[in-house]
């Protein structure tokens, strides 16, 4: 079991909507601590991948946005550089004109640095693209400022020692090479969330992730799955098939309250899908709902929500 107690968790400057920070305490346990490399296959502003580098021997940092994951990549490997770069493009708090140009150039002609000068200036520090891969965020009053210089330097000197075996990419979960012994942290846009990075994503690429995981598990990996079972009464069509398929639930608490754009859901539940069962739980027989038709069952046992 990897221990999160008595370790100051490290958080990255990106902001980013489904971030799982708050939720390391619960979710970095249940990882499996033996395996040979950490894959972080939707690594968004890169919460996870960062708090666990210290503890596999190699570690990749995925993500389908390209200029999300090069400006972390930029970050660490010269932060004085980066870090300059972005304050000089930020605007002020009071500069919506100048934000919406810096959003047009953007748009125009992406770089990692404009992208996370929008990240600081935008509505709630959050992005947001349109179906067309453009940046929509509205201005939101921000700016860089020393809060988001701190997180900057403390994410950057806490990686910069481990560069030799982290690795950036930014791929369809489909092309990333997965090999016997990885560890999978798997946090997709949730397609029953309302959330403004899901403008890509729909059911359709639910049951193309539950396939690819059904291979990689196939292949001898051990994955975890973060999502929402529902959500202002819509369900999750991966963690269903999930579900259906015999792997293990686990749930957590979080508070989706703050990012959902029409109100409070009192329904939400978070939960971490396992394809192993963790140290920290025992496991018990439970009947299962039968796997939909043209799904092959994977014969695993579920765990008794009590800590062994």
């Given at each position: 079991?990897?221990?999160?107690?008595?370790?100051?968790?490290?958080?990255?400057?990106?902001?980013?909507?489904?971030?799982?920070?708050?939720m390391?305490?619960?979710?970095?346990?249940?990882?499996?601590?033996?395996?040979?490399?950490?894959?972080?296959?939707?690594?968004?502003?890169?919460?996870?991948?960062?708090?666990v580098?210290?503890?596999?021997?190699?570690?990749?940092?995925?993500?389908?946005?390209?200029?999300l994951?090069?400006?972390?990549?930029?970050?660490?490997?010269?932060?004085?550089?980066?870090?300059a770069?972005?304050?000089?493009?930020?605007?002020?708090?009071?500069?919506?004109?100048g934000?919406?140009?810096?959003?047009?150039?953007?748009?125009?002609?992406?770089?990692?640095?404009?992208?996370?000068?929008?990240m600081?200036?935008?509505?709630?520090?959050m992005?947001?693209?349109?179906?067309?891969?453009?940046?929509?965020?509205?201005?939101?009053?921000?700016?860089?400022?020393?809060?988001?210089?701190?997180?900057?330097?403390?994410?950057?000197?806490?990686?910069?020692?481990?560069?030799?075996?982290?690795?950036f990419?930014?791929?369809?979960?489909?092309?990333?090479?997965?090999q016997?012994?990885?560890?999978?942290?798997?946090?997709?846009?949730?397609?029953?969330?309302?959330?403004?990075?899901?403008?890509?994503?729909?059911?359709?690429?639910?049951?193309?992730?539950?396939?690819w995981?059904?291979?990689?598990h196939?292949?001898?990996?051990?994955?975890?799955?973060?999502?929402?079972?529902?959500?202002?009464?819509?369900?999750?069509?991966?963690?269903?098939?999930?579900?259906?398929?015999?792997?293990?639930?686990?749930?957590?608490?979080?508070?989706?309250?703050?990012?959902s754009?029409?109100?409070?859901?009192?329904?939400?539940?978070?939960?971490?899908?396992?394809?192993?069962?963790?140290?920290?739980?025992?496991?018990?027989?439970?009947?299962?709902?039968?796997?939909?038709?043209?799904?092959?069952?994977?014969?695993?046992?579920?765990?008794?929500?009590?800590?062994?």
């Amino acid at each position: 079991m990897i221990s999160c107690y008595m370790k100051k968790m490290i958080e990255p400057p990106f902001n980013y909507t489904g971030s799982k920070f708050k939720m390391l305490e619960q979710i970095i346990p249940l990882f499996d601590p033996t395996c040979s490399r950490f894959v972080d296959v939707f690594a968004g502003g890169g919460s996870v991948y960062a708090n666990v580098v210290d503890h596999y021997p190699a570690v990749v940092a995925n993500d389908i946005i390209y200029h999300l994951i090069d400006v972390q990549r930029r970050l660490v490997s010269d932060p004085a550089a980066t870090i300059a770069m972005t304050q000089s493009l930020c605007v002020t708090k009071e500069d919506q004109p100048g934000y919406h140009r810096l959003r047009d150039d953007f748009n125009a002609q992406p770089t990692p640095e404009k992208l996370w000068a929008l990240m600081c200036c935008c509505t709630n520090n959050m992005m947001r693209f349109n179906r067309s891969w453009k940046f929509n965020q509205t201005f939101g009053r921000r700016t860089f400022n020393e809060r988001t210089l701190a997180k900057a330097t403390a994410f950057a000197a806490h990686l910069m020692p481990h560069l030799p075996k982290l690795t950036f990419q930014s791929l369809d979960f489909e092309k990333v090479n997965v090999q016997s012994g990885d560890m999978l942290y798997v946090d997709p846009p949730y397609s029953n969330t309302e959330a403004g990075y899901n403008a890509y994503w729909n059911k359709n690429d639910d049951v193309r992730l539950f396939n690819w995981l059904c291979q990689v598990h196939d292949k001898g990996a051990k994955f975890a799955v973060s999502g929402v079972t529902i959500h202002a009464g819509v369900r999750c069509r991966l963690l269903d098939l999930l579900a259906e398929t015999g792997f293990v639930g686990v749930p957590l608490q979080g508070d989706y309250n703050k990012v959902s754009r029409s109100g409070p859901k009192e329904d939400t539940q978070e939960v971490l899908m396992l394809s192993y069962v963790p140290e920290t739980f025992k496991p018990v027989s439970i009947k299962m709902p039968a796997p939909q038709q043209n799904i092959e069952p994977t014969a695993l046992v579920a765990l008794d929500m009590a800590l062994a």
